[in-house]
């Protein structure tokens, strides 16, 4: 039997990303789907035949069984909290939340409802699964370095992505809860016991950085979110991280790294990570011992694979009780961790400031 499914939120995600995967998929039946912008629910309706509501509260459980929740951040713990609280499962792309407050509201309305399972992509990428594969050879694990920098992807001025009262802020939590995503997929979830980061907002109001592969809608208002964040953190299991997110750089093409240090070796994949057409030729994963590299083969696949199979298993996900608390309590190191990232780039901005990229 298929999981009823309604689509909540057409914008870039719902519609280009989740929408089509869900109708193709055997084990979801699309049933419907929620936005506030009429001419979006037209567009939708016209596409499939089905009903699309303007608020979640014309949805019941008695019709659906899941909910694919792709709206703003800043709506993420208001409408997937609504939906959980009517005992409708909710399936929710990161931020799962943007402070601790969201992500206490998120568990209660858990607890008494419907499921909450989160998504994350990159740890269903072949590349990133050969990776995890190749870790026990490198012995204990001391130092990762993760990055993924765009060259020219910021999201068009004015949309949400770019306003920090609907997103939360910007890069980090665009493109850094991804790496800290995969990070807790390849060594385990941990607490970061030391935090420091700086962050810029060098291109993200210069026009001619913005990502030109997105149907991002614009808006009249400028930026007032970082576009890149660099960062030195430790884990309470001891190893240390370095990271660097960034929507717009000085590289040819975008491209996703991670460098794994081990006492035994290391493995640096390099890639690219998301939809961008910028991308790296194929992916490579290289492992290093004793001044000798050898590159290790990783599977030629398509762009947005990963995003497929999550729903491989997603229907078995929801069926396992196990999972219900398992994404706010693992979304809770991340925002705890954000919030100290940030609260450390303000200290460092306060003592020191150089003018914006012309």
């Known amino acids: 039997m298929s999981v009823r499914v309604?689509?909540?939120?057409?914008?870039?995600?719902?519609?280009?990303?989740?929408?089509?995967?869900?109708?193709?998929?055997?084990d979801f039946e699309v049933v419907a789907a929620v936005d506030a912008d009429p001419a979006s629910?037209?567009?939708?309706k016209q596409a499939t035949g089905l009903t699309a509501y303007s608020a979640v509260e014309s949805l019941t459980a008695r019709s659906v069984d899941l909910a694919v929740v792709a709206v703003p951040n800043f709506l993420h713990a208001e409408v997937a909290g609504a939906l959980l609280a009517t005992g409708i499962s909710v399936f929710l792309e990161k931020p799962v939340c943007l402070t601790p407050a969201e992500?206490?509201?998120?568990a209660a309305a858990e607890r008494g409802g419907g499921m909450l399972l989160a998504g994350s992509a990159a740890p269903f990428r072949g590349d990133v699964q050969t990776l995890a594969r190749v870790l026990?050879?490198?012995?204990?694990?001391?130092?990762?370095?993760m990055a993924w920098i765009r060259a020219r992807g910021i999201p068009r001025a004015g949309g949400w992505f770019t306003q920090r009262d609907k997103a939360g802020g910007g890069v980090l939590f665009d493109l850094g809860w991804h790496l800290f995503d995969t990070l807790a997929y390849l060594l385990g979830p941990?607490?970061?016991t030391q935090v420091i980061g700086v962050t810029s907002d060098d291109y993200v109001n210069v026009d001619g950085w913005r990502a030109a592969w997105r149907q991002d809608?614009?808006?009249?208002?400028?930026a007032d979110v970082e576009d890149t964040a660099r960062g030195f953190l430790v884990r309470d299991d001891g190893v240390s991280i370095?990271?660097?997110?960034?929507?717009?750089?000085?590289?040819?093409?975008?491209?996703?790294?991670?460098n794994v240090e081990g006492s035994a070796?290391?493995?640096?994949?390099?890639?690219t990570f998301g939809f961008s057409p910028n991308r790296e030729p194929e992916p490579v994963l290289t492992v290093a011992r004793e001044g000798a590299t050898t590159r290790v083969e990783v599977p030629a696949e398509p762009i947005g694979i990963e995003y497929t199979r999550q729903l491989d298993g997603l229907a078995a996900r929801l069926a396992d009780q196990d999972n219900r608390g398992k994404a706010v309590a693992e979304a809770r190191p991340i925002v705890r961790m954000i919030e100290s990232f940030y609260a450390s780039a303000r200290s460092a901005r306060a003592r020191h400031a150089e003018p914006a990229y012309q």
């Open 136 to 145: 026990p050879e490198l012995g204990p694990i001391r130092h990762v370095n």
């Open 242 to 258: 370095a990271m660097r997110a960034s929507w717009a750089s000085h590289e040819k093409r975008d491209v996703s790294a991670i």
């Open 6 to 26: 309604a689509v909540v939120g057409l914008g870039w995600a719902g519609r280009e990303l989740w929408l089509p995967r869900l109708r193709e998929h055997p």
């Open 265 to 271: 070796g290391s493995a640096l994949l390099r890639c």
């Open 41 to 44: 629910r037209a567009a939708f």
């Open 217 to 222: 809608q614009p808006g009249a208002d400028s």
């Open 190 to 192: 941990a607490r970061f």
């Open 103 to 106: 992500a206490d509201t998120l």
